[in-house]
C-alpha cells in the first residue's frame, strides 16, 4: 500500500460547481501538507500550503487537514475550465524534508 | 524569469547512453530536490541537496544515477547506461532557507525517452 493514496479520477464538473478532492495517507509522521496542481506535461505548481491539522483558505481555494484520520481536503469553488488539471497531495514529515506525493486526481471542468 | 529553470527540457536518448540534466534553482534557494515522475503517477524523491551536500538519497537512484551541486548552486543529475525503464519526467525543485519558509517549487522538467 502507498504512503499517500489518492482516487485517480477523472472527476469531471460543470464550470461554476465545487470540486471537492481527497487524500489519504499512512504515515502519522506527517505534518505538513501541500496541494500542487499539475497541468499536462508541466512541471508542479505549488497552490496551498498548511502545517497541521485545520483549515486554510487562499481566494477560491480551501485546503482541510484531519490528523486523526489521516485525511487531507482540498476544495476549489467556483470552478473554471482553467481549473481543469491533475491535483496532487503532497505531505512531509518535517520542515525541509522530502515531499511524498500521492498519484494525483485529475479534475476536468467543463464550460 | 526567477522560477526553477532545467536544461533540457526534452531527451531523447538511445539505450546504452549517458545523459546529464542541469537544474538552476531559484535565487537564494539553498535546498535542491530531484524527483522522477512516470506516465500517471505522482512524482517520486530521488535526492535531496542542502547547499552543496547531499544528505538524502533514495533507493530508487541506482548506481548508474548521480547528482551534484558543486557550488550550492545549480545541480546536475547523470544516468549512465539508460534503459527504457528509465524514460519519465524528471523534475528538480527548490526551497529557500529555513527561516524564509518551507515551500517546494517546481521546474517544467526534462523529460527523457530511452529509445
Known amino acids: 500500500q502507498k504512503e499517500v493514496e489518492q482516487d485517480p479520477g477523472p472527476l469531471s464538473v460543470p464550470e461554476g460547481a465545487i470540486v471537492s478532492l481527497n487524500c489519504t495517507y499512512s504515515?502519522?509522521?506527517?505534518?505538513?501538507f501541500m496541494w500542487y496542481r499539475q497541468y499536462s506535461r508541466k512541471g508542479p505548481e505549488l497552490l496551498m500550503y498548511?502545517?497541521?491539522?485545520g483549515n486554510k483558505e487562499d481566494g477560491r481555494f480551501t485546503a482541510q487537514v484531519d490528523k486523526s484520520s489521516k485525511y487531507i481536503s482540498l476544495f476549489i469553488r467556483d470552478s473554471q475550465p482553467s481549473d481543469s488539471a491533475t491535483y496532487l497531495c503532497a505531505p512531509r514529515r518535517a520542515a525541509g524534508n522530502k515531499l511524498t506525493f500521492g498519484g494525483g486526481t485529475r479534475v476536468l471542468v467543463k464550460p | 524569469d526567477t522560477g526553477v529553470s532545467q536544461d533540457p527540457r526534452h531527451k531523447i536518448t538511445k539505450r546504452g547512453q549517458n545523459v546529464t540534466f542541469r537544474c538552476d534553482p531559484i535565487s537564494e534557494h539553498n535546498r535542491l530536490y530531484w524527483y522522477r515522475q512516470t506516465l500517471g503517477q505522482g512524482p517520486e524523491f530521488l535526492t535531496y541537496?542542502?547547499?552543496?551536500?547531499?544528505?538524502?538519497k533514495s533507493r530508487l537512484l541506482s548506481d548508474r544515477f548521480s547528482a551534484e551541486r558543486p557550488k550550492g548552486s545549480f545541480s546536475t543529475l547523470e544516468i549512465q547506461r539508460t534503459e527504457q525503464g528509465d524514460s519519465a519526467m524528471y523534475l528538480c525543485a527548490s526551497s529557500p532557507p529555513f527561516r524564509s519558509g518551507d515551500e517546494a517549487f517546481f521546474g517544467q522538467g526534462t523529460r527523457l525517452t530511452v529509445v
Open positions: 498548511t502545517y497541521s491539522s
Open positions: 504515515n502519522s509522521a506527517f505534518q505538513y
Open positions: 541537496f542542502q547547499n552543496e551536500a547531499q544528505l538524502e
